[in-house]
């Protein structure tokens, strides 16, 4: 179960990182910007939530992982009623 999400911003990107219950790190994902100002990462919310039984994305997770997708506040926002949903689960 994961219980915290951090986003740190800096001039050339930014990182989302998503916590175990534990404290450990779960999985952390950086967007960098290109010199033409496009962001871009080596990896994705998909390795971390993907089911490959299903070939879809872990039950329960959907709306975390599209919040954790996403750039928009207001998806960043609902990963934090998502978290405390699961948390309280």
Known sequence: MYNKVTIEITPDGYTKTLYKNDGTVAESVTMKRRK??????????????????????????????????SDDIFDIQKALYELAYLYND
Not at 50 to 69: F, K, P, R, S, V
């Open 36 to 69: 033409n100002g496009l962001l871009t990462s080596d990896k994705s919310w998909d390795d971390v939530f993907w089911d490959c039984e299903t070939g879809d994305i872990q039950d329960n997770y959907e709306d975390l992982y599209d919040a954790l997708e």
